[in-house]
């Protein structure tokens, strides 16, 4: 069965009906507040691309200055066109955020207990459809890819690293990731891509791997959606290809804005 892979799903996600889901069951957090920002706080550096860390060790959450638009794509794991505009606050307003969860959990559950947590302090209902819309394939060639398995001690990270030239301007970026897994790897690159990955390899398990991304002067943006196709099509030897599939869909039905703390 053919997997559809985004940047905020780094583990298998359920789509839960908003209008069916069992709030009494779901899993939530121990404790969580929610405090409205000042009008204009600015996004958190990286939310644009989807790289921000919501979760840490010993059960923390914590979105700062987070809108209702990024917090549901990072619980569900889809991309903005992936769900309807819903009210136009949704993008707009944005809430400090911080929840305790079992020391134990794991990043997937914390999704989940954010997916109760939109439920119940945003009263965010919406329902499923399926959708065809552009999508990216990523296969495996004829050759393996460049994808090799991880050293002892390593730990998953991903690094990002301008290469400069003798006048000290940035010529490349050199990206390492360490202990990836190939939906994480297509999660990294999807936000960029502005499309859902559709994961064909049935490749398993953790990965290293280096790309450069060099811009030139058509691209001048090194992550560029051409750079970054022709990086995992020809330095990571994987077959990518644009295509048009059917995807999971969201379409906001309602929310609240959240005025007090709780």
């Known amino acids: 069965m053919t997997r559809i892979l985004t940047l905020a799903t780094l583990l298998a996600l359920s789509f839960d009906d908003g209008h069916c889901q069992d709030l009494a069951k779901a899993p939530a957090f121990e404790v969580a507040s929610v405090t409205p920002c000042k009008p204009g706080t600015p996004e958190p550096p990286g939310e644009h691309a989807g790289m921000v860390q919501f979760t840490f060790p ?19 794991g889809i991309l903005p066109a ?6 136009s606050w949704i993008a707009n307003d944005r809430y400090d955020i911080v929840a305790k969860a ?18 119940e302090r945003f009263q965010l209902k919406f329902h499923r459809e399926t959708r065809e819309v552009p999508v990216v394939t990523v296969s495996v060639g004829k ?10 001690g390593e730990t998953h990270s991903i690094h990002i690293e301008p290469q400069t030239s003798p006048d000290q301007k940035i010529v490349s970026f050199h990206v390492v990731a360490t202990r990836f897994t190939l939906a994480q790897l297509n999660e990294t690159f999807a936000r960029q891509l502005g499309r859902v990955i559709v994961d064909q390899t049935g490749l398993e398990g953790e990965f ?31 077959t990518v290809k644009s295509q048009k599939a059917p995807v999971d869909f969201l379409v906001i039905d309602s929310a609240e804005k959240v005025s007090d703390v709780y």
Do not use: C
């Open 208 to 238: 290293d791997f280096s790309i450069d991304m060099t811009p030139d002067e058509d691209r001048p943006n090194p992550l560029d959606p051409s750079i970054i196709l022709g990086a995992m099509r020809d330095q990571l030897g994987l």
């Open 82 to 87: 992936q769900h309807s505009d819903g009210p």
């Open 58 to 76: 010993g059960g923390r959450f914590v979105a700062k200055a987070t809108t209702l638009k990024f917090l549901l794509e990072w619980a569900y």
């Open 143 to 152: 050759t393996p890819p460049k994808l090799f398995p991880p050293k002892e």
């Open 102 to 119: 079992e020391g134990s959990a794991t990043d997937a559950q914390m999704k989940r207990m954010a997916q109760t947590l939109l439920a």
